[in-house]
């Protein structure tokens, strides 16, 4: 019975040099990325570094409707508030301009790729 309850010590004793040589290389590395972090969302004009000028009508008649000549939101196009802004401006200009049709979509534009989906907006409408 007295073996049994004989103190046994939890700790054994290990010098100074010894115990930073295990917590050197047991330590993780606090300096890391987190790797559960979520890439930045961007727009495609800024991931892409596209510059909108008025003259490029072929960028800009994407952002339009083909039926009705309305530019579409940036709920829609997923652009970020500074490049819609600057993609209105310079839509309004180039109509002004005459060098865009103001309620129409060119034919000649209506075949290129979409740079986003009009019938999946990002933000959900009620209709």
């Given at each position: 019975m007295n073996s049994l309850l004989r103190r046994v010590p939890s700790y054994s004793i290990i010098s100074n040099n010894s115990l930073r040589k295990l917590c050197s290389t047991d330590a993780p590395d606090f300096n890391m990325e987190n790797p559960f972090e979520k890439d930045k969302q961007q727009c495609i004009l800024c991931k892409q570094n596209i510059q909108v000028d008025y003259?490029?009508?072929?960028?800009?008649?994407?952002?339009?409707?083909?039926?009705?000549?309305?530019?579409?939101?940036?709920?829609?196009?997923?652009?970020?508030?500074?490049?819609?802004?600057?993609?209105?401006?310079?839509?309004?200009?180039?109509?002004?301009?005459?060098?865009?049709?103001?309620?129409?979509?060119?034919?000649?534009?209506?075949?290129?790729?979409?740079?986003?989906?009009?019938?999946?907006?990002?933000?959900?409408?009620?209709?």
């Amino acid at each position: 019975m007295n073996s049994l309850l004989r103190r046994v010590p939890s700790y054994s004793i290990i010098s100074n040099n010894s115990l930073r040589k295990l917590c050197s290389t047991d330590a993780p590395d606090f300096n890391m990325e987190n790797p559960f972090e979520k890439d930045k969302q961007q727009c495609i004009l800024c991931k892409q570094n596209i510059q909108v000028d008025y003259k490029n009508v072929r960028l800009l008649s994407q952002f339009q409707s083909p039926y009705t000549g309305r530019i579409y939101g940036k709920h829609i196009t997923g652009l970020c508030a500074k490049q819609q802004d600057k993609l209105e401006k310079e839509i309004v200009k180039a109509q002004s301009a005459g060098l865009m049709a103001t309620y129409l979509k060119e034919p000649v534009f209506l075949q290129d790729p979409e740079l986003f989906d009009v019938e999946k907006p990002l933000r959900p409408h009620r209709f």
